[in-house]
């Protein structure tokens, strides 16, 4: 099962800046516009490590990050805490659907395995992305943001032990308030007893996992086993904070239907539900009544160019959606989505993404960018359960690409994890 291990983490000193001021998301949500923003906020924030693509030369981008990486360190900008630790993270913060929430995990060294054995994905994986994060472990030898992982604490005991003081705070752009505290000691290693008995779902990650199976192959080649743990933030699939967004999808390069003719593809698997506007608060309503119906799956249809929202909802029909796929994928949304819906409405393959879909988790944010042009269509939908996104992992199987959108992230710069430094 998954071995779990406490870690000297290297942080910021606590006066080089406030926390927040040098935090930033992981890399792969980061905006070219917030990328500017943060690095005129402080010349420390995680950005110059996290994504050192953001600013200078790209050529020379992951050899700037590792020397920025030893500077900091000669300079007591970072420092290798004195005794390993498990990282407690809590954060209260307000989701894409706009209920308040707290969510509590802690950062920690997990070793890594193959998938399937003791750590287990739930999502397909692309090769771009992976190229880039492998370029700069091998750069940095740190992991410089924690992939997310999820564990089942049936009885509780985990959560007991979450219970520290506040050794630092800071608030995110997002708004997300968190608190960091440090567990050591005994009850640090009561914990790793106990997520011995456990299996890890990757929730969040997938690309920078797979990154560091590839660069672990590599060191042990030479006979290095320095690369065999990566840095994770891990969260009980029980805590009452934990949730499961969907990624909304926006279409681009596709011939926009009329609405009378849309409707009219959908007929044969698709009924009807409502019809509105494109204002705000019309499709906000939209979305909350598909959001709501995960057991009968239901969209959310935005037209921009026609102003134009449908509410459509799946027929009834004796057994699964999909009768192609596995039971476990079958009936959810993202699944009847691509395989059902997509294909009648726009002509769009189960296989194709690459030039037609970006993705937005904030409904009003997602209608925003549609209203501004260069998009054919706009398609809401319902997330999965964390229960069904653990019942795919078990049973060998992988969603779609931005089949989950799990929020807040965990930012880069709580606290990194140098492959050299010792537990």
Request: glycine share 6%; net charge negative; with cysteine.
């Amino acid at each position: 099962m998954a071995e779990v291990c406490s870690f000297r983490g290297v942080r910021y000193a606590p006066l080089t800046a406030p926390l927040q001021s040098l935090i930033c998301p992981p890399y792969d949500v980061i905006t070219p516009r917030h990328a500017t923003e943060l690095l005129a906020r402080s010349p420390f924030n995680a950005i110059r490590v996290e994504m050192p693509t953001a600013e200078g030369d790209k050529a020379t981008a992951y050899e700037r990050a590792k020397h920025t990486v030893q500077d900091w360190l000669a300079t007591g900008v970072l420092a290798a805490d004195p005794e390993p630790a498990l990282y407690v993270l809590t954060q209260r913060f307000t989701g894409p659907d706009g209920l308040e929430r707290t969510r509590r995990g802690f950062l920690a060294r997990v070793r890594l395995e193959e998938h399937g054995t003791g750590v287990r994905p739930h999502e397909l994986t692309h090769a771009g992305p992976k190229a880039d994060r492998l370029a700069l472990l091998r750069a940095t030898r740190a992991n410089l943001s924690p992939i997310f992982m999820l564990y089942d604490d049936r009885d509780g005991r985990v959560a007991e032990e979450l219970e520290v003081d506040s050794a630092a705070s800071a608030r995110d752009d997002d708004g997300t308030f968190m608190e960091v505290g440090l567990l050591a000691g005994e009850r640090a290693q009561r914990v790793c007893r106990l997520l011995a008995e456990h299996s890890l779902l990757i929730a969040d990650g997938h690309h920078r996992y797979a990154t560091a199976l590839a660069y672990r192959e590599e060191r042990r080649a030479l006979g290095d086993t320095s690369a065999d743990f990566i840095l994770a933030y891990l969260c009980s699939m029980r805590d009452p904070g934990l949730e499961v967004f969907p990624a909304h999808r926006l279409l681009k390069n596709v011939v926009e239907p009329g609405v009378g003719e849309l409707i009219e593809r959908l007929q044969p698997e698709f009924e009807l539900v409502a019809r509105s506007t494109t204002e705000p608060a019309a499709v906000d309503h939209m979305v909350a009544r598909v959001t709501a119906t995960r057991e009968h799956p239901a969209f959310a249809l935005v037209l921009p160019a026609q102003r134009t929202t449908l509410l459509v909802r799946l027929r009834e029909r004796p057994g699964q959606a999909v009768p192609s796929m596995a039971a476990e994928l079958a009936d959810l949304p993202v699944t009847i989505l691509h395989h059902l819906l997509l294909p009648l409405a726009a002509d769009v393959s189960p296989e194709q993404s690459e030039d037609i879909f970006e993705y937005e988790p904030r409904p009003l944010n997602a209608l925003a960018r549609l209203e501004s042009g260069g998009f054919a269509l706009g398609a809401f939908l319902a997330g999965p359960t964390v229960a069904q996104v653990d019942a795919v992992s078990r049973a060998g199987l992988v969603m779609p690409q931005k089949a989950t959108y799990f929020f807040p992230k965990v930012p880069s710069g709580v606290v990194f994890n140098l492959l050299d430094e010792p537990a």
